[in-house]
């Protein structure tokens, strides 16, 4: 399934993440932490690879379609399970 997105919403939420959350997503997909990296707008792509973003120039740091939202929605449960956490 896609998703489209801003740039700059992507980054917020990558932003949002508690400090490990992008090993633990990498971990459990069994790929490296820097293709996690180059999914939310990082361009290392000698340690990690592309994982389907195709980013296009435009307001609010331009728009980003995401063809597998596999990490995208690991991050979100990881924030949703934070703020679990925090309400107790």
Known sequence: MTK???FNDLRRLKDS???GATSRIADK????AQTVRNYFG???????KNC???IEPGPDGGIVVLDD???YDMAVAILEEEER????
């Open 4 to 6: 489209t997105i801003t």
């Open 17 to 19: 993440l508690p400090d």
């Open 29 to 32: 997909l069994n790929i490296t």
């Open 42 to 48: 990082g361009s290392n792509y000698e340690f990690g």
């Open 52 to 54: 389907g973003v195709h």
């Open 69 to 71: 939202t596999t990490i």
């Open 85 to 88: 956490k925090n309400e107790v």
